[in-house]
């Protein structure tokens, strides 16, 4: 039985451990602007995978991952020693896709918006297929009802003749 209680606060500790580390103790010069967004731990509480975004180009990127792969011992060891558990987790770094993602909404919305933008043109100028308000008031029913009958002959009211 696993405690998530648990896993979750180790997940959250090993988050700031690593992105403290790699603020103060790496000096990695391939190691470009990296951000630590997310940290997941296995339910043994022996794996843990830490996502990390880096603020750059390919190139950029690239360098930012040998840059962690190399510094892997010395982030484990550290994570080790702050944390107090019996067993380190092992440490694997995963590029966060979620930039990508965001990249990806943002351009569906810039295409949704330019499709929406054409309908607008298109509407601007064009009239209602029937009566603009298609639709029977209270009022009108009773109106039109008495239109179509005609002028009333039997008494009960005003005629004409």
Same mark, same amino acid.
């Given at each position: 039985?696993?405690?998530?209680? &648990?896993?979750r606060k180790?997940?959250?500790? *090993?988050r700031?451990?690593?992105?403290?580390?790699? $603020?103060?103790? *790496?000096? @990695? /010069?391939?190691? +470009?602007?990296?951000?630590?967004? @997310?940290?997941? *731990?296995? +339910?043994?509480? !022996?794996?843990a995978t830490?996502?990390?975004?880096?603020? =750059?180009?390919d190139?950029e !990127?690239?360098a930012?991952?040998?840059?962690?792969?190399?510094?892997?011992?010395?982030? &484990?060891?550290e994570? =080790?020693? $702050?944390t107090?558990?019996?067993f380190? /987790?092992t440490?694997?770094?995963? /590029?966060?896709?979620?930039p990508?993602?965001a990249?990806?909404?943002?351009?569906?919305?810039? %295409?949704? %918006?330019?499709a929406?933008? $054409?309908? !607008?043109e298109?509407s601007?100028?064009?009239?209602?297929a029937?009566?603009a @308000?298609p639709?029977?008031? /209270? =009022?009108?029913?009773?109106a039109?009802?008495d239109?179509? $009958? +005609?002028?009333?002959?039997?008494?009960?009211?005003?005629s004409?003749?």
């Amino acid at each position: 039985m696993t405690d998530t209680a &648990r896993a979750r606060k180790l997940a959250d500790r *090993i988050r700031v451990v690593v992105a403290e580390t790699l $603020q103060r103790r *790496i000096k @990695d /010069p391939r190691l +470009g602007y990296v951000t630590i967004t @997310d940290t997941r *731990i296995t +339910g043994d509480l !022996r794996e843990a995978t830490v996502f990390y975004t880096v603020f =750059g180009d390919d190139e950029e !990127r690239a360098a930012s991952a040998a840059a962690l792969e190399s510094a892997k011992g010395v982030l &484990r060891s550290e994570v =080790g020693r $702050q944390t107090g558990v019996r067993f380190t /987790p092992t440490l694997t770094f995963v /590029p966060d896709a979620l930039p990508d993602n965001a990249r990806t909404i943002d351009d569906l919305l810039a %295409k949704a %918006k330019a499709a929406d933008e $054409q309908v !607008r043109e298109a509407s601007s100028g064009a009239a209602y297929a029937g009566e603009a @308000d298609p639709y029977r008031k /209270p =009022g009108e029913e009773e109106a039109e009802d008495d239109a179509a $009958q +005609g002028p009333r002959t039997d008494g009960k009211g005003s005629s004409d003749v």
